[in-house]
């Protein structure tokens, strides 16, 4: 996946590659899936975190590209997983813009069929910010991609606008409380208690409600004792490689 070969740009400007990190349900300590996160293998720079490529990506039609690449990557890596006795489920991030037409969903109903992989192994993030560009076309997009029997999750949340709405009117399968308020849980009282409540909201709400940034045994703790559903953080496992993957399964289980 050279950048370059996208039509980037002249030069070597490394390559992309998705990285996966566990996600897992607070009951039983079983890992119920993955969140995939691209990561830019920059010739100088090494390893780089994606915000600032998607920052610059999503000025341009770059991001579709970009979107298109980690789409084909996933349900590749999901089959490949499968064929290796590995059943797993895998959510992907979306930007702003990926949803304002209804390609992404044309494509990921093709390559589903195509690797014979089921919908429900797949789930795409979006968050709040990219909701309020155009809600109506969005809203459409996520409807196809629902009826599809592909999940949506609403990222980062709590950080975002009109929340309440998203919540009454999106098909959602699921929340993601932002890292921002479960990094500070353990030490903040106002942190635990806004978390506290959005697991309480979205539970009423018949939604699945995700941990995000997770480092610590304390933090883990109460989020089972606030009855949170699944947990995803660096006191589990941080985002690896594909290959890794694996091993680490095969290891933690
Ligand atoms: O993995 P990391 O913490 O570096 O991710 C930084 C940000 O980049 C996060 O907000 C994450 O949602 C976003 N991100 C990671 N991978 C992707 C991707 O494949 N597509 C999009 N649109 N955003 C991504
Ligand atoms: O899509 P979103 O913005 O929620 O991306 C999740 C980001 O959080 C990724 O960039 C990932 O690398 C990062 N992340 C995952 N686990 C932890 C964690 O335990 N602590 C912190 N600080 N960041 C994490
Ligand atoms: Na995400
Ligand atoms: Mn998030």
């Given amino acids: 996946a050279v950048i370059s070969g996208d039509g980037v740009g002249g030069g070597d400007v490394g390559e992309i590659t998705m990285y996966y990190q566990p996600q897992i349900a607070i009951d039983t300590g079983e890992v119920v899936g993955v969140e995939a996160l691209l990561r830019w293998r920059h010739p100088r720079r090494g390893m780089v975190d994606p915000e600032e490529l998607i920052r610059v990506a999503e000025q341009s039609a770059v991001m579709r590209l970009l979107t298109r690449r980690v789409v084909d990557d996933v349900v590749e890596q999901l089959a490949k ?45 979006i968050t709040e910010g ?35 709405q998203h919540l009454r009117r999106l098909p959602l399968a699921e929340v993601k409380v932002d890292r921002s308020f479960v990094l500070g849980m353990a030490s903040d009282a106002d942190d635990a208690a806004i978390v506290r409540s959005v697991i309480e909201l979205a539970g009423a709400l018949g939604l699945r409600v995700v941990a995000e940034g997770v480092e610590d045994e304390a933090t883990w703790r109460l989020l089972h004792a606030a009855g949170c559903h699944v947990a995803q953080g660096w006191f589990f496992a941080r985002p690896m490689p594909a290959e890794d993957l694996v091993t680490w399964l095969a290891r933690y289980r």
Avoid at 86 to 114: C, F, P, Y
């Fill in 81 to 125: 997983w499968t064929a290796a006795g590995v059943k797993l489920r895998a959510a992907l991030n979306v930007s702003v813009r990926d949803l304002h037409t209804g390609e992404i969903a044309d494509q990921i109903a093709e390559r589903l069929s195509r690797y014979g992989v089921s919908p429900a192994q797949l789930q795409l993030e």
């Fill in 130 to 164: 990219a909701l309020m560009a155009d809600p109506r076309r969005v809203l459409a997009t996520i409807s196809r991609l629902d009826k599809i029997g592909v999940a949506i999750a609403l990222d980062d949340f709590g950080t975002g606008y009109s929340s309440m």
